[in-house]
């Protein structure tokens, strides 16, 4: 059955109005009329069976149906903290980190880092607004009944400081080759699990250093040098598998 993020406020009401992308999305995209059912879901607590009831040129109507709380899924909270990277880069991280079971994403400007964005921008902020919308996408394709949250664009360095004493922090770095991502990982899963990616370039010494002293254990992904894209895909894929979420 199709589904829908709705914000939770929507979902509270007993005919849901639909507009714009998301209109286009149910009558263009799927094809979907008068008496279909779709799935509408807040991304946090609450999903519910609704039915189309009326479809307009600019707008449709559905009737909530059912509603239903969602289980909190019992898997540690992982956050990935990415450097930026050229082009589109992000939006692709963002996507499949969706798929992976990521709970958070942090964008962070580098010293090394090949795109920079101005923090207060608004650019910027339109590419929140983007990243946000892939990570809802890739959560209603992948059936996740929760979104990841994307955050704004931040320093590496504050980012680092302002991750969770008490959960698993971990920097992959290409220098690392005594300690590999999977060694790092002690036999009682954390709540909470930092994974920080790197740009293009990689990291400076005197990055890793700072995160070293906030508590980061720098790791390694194998022998060989992966896209900065790349790395996180797999640290997430090594994580959802040693997590019991994949595999």
């Known amino acids: 059955m199709s589904r829908l993020f709705i914000d939770p406020v929507k979902l509270a009401e007993d005919v849901v109005v639909l507009v714009d992308e998301d209109h286009r ?4 995209v799927l094809r979907l009329g ?28 559905l009737k909530v149906e059912e509603r239903r709380p969602v289980a909190a899924i019992e898997r540690p909270l992982v956050t990935v903290i990415q450097a ?11 996507q499949k980190a969706t798929e992976l079971g990521a709970a958070r ?25 983007r990243w946000q919308k892939i ?12 979104v990841p949250e994307v955050e704004g664009v931040t320093s590496l360095s504050t980012a680092l400081k302002a991750s969770p004493k008490d959960a698993l ?7 690392a080759r005594e300690t590999s991502l999977r060694q790092a990982l002690p036999a009682t899963p954390p709540r909470e699990i930092v994974i920080v990616v790197g740009p293009e370039g990689g990291f400076t010494v005197e990055e890793v250093d700072a995160a070293r002293h906030v508590g980061f254990e720098p790791v390694g992904l194998g022998p060989r040098i992966l896209r900065t894209e790349t790395a996180a895909l797999v640290a997430l894929s090594i994580l959802g598998y040693a997590l019991g979420d994949l595999g």
Request: proline share 2%; charged share 30%; no cysteine.
């Open 105 to 129: 994403i942090i964008p962070v400007t580098t010293t090394r880092a090949v795109s920079r964005l101005d923090s207060g921008a608004i650019r910027t902020l339109s590419k929140q607004a």
């Open 34 to 61: 008068i008496g279909d059912e779709v799935v509408l879901f807040d991304g946090k607590s609450v999903e519910a069976s609704a039915r189309i009831i009326r479809v307009g040129p600019r707008a449709l109507e």
């Open 135 to 146: 990570a809802r996408e890739a959560a209603r394709q992948s059936g996740r009944l929760d």
């Open 84 to 94: 930026l990277g050229k082009g589109d880069k992000l939006d692709l991280v963002v």
């Open 25 to 28: 999305y149910l009558t263009r």
């Open 169 to 175: 922090k971990l920097m992959l770095w290409e220098g």
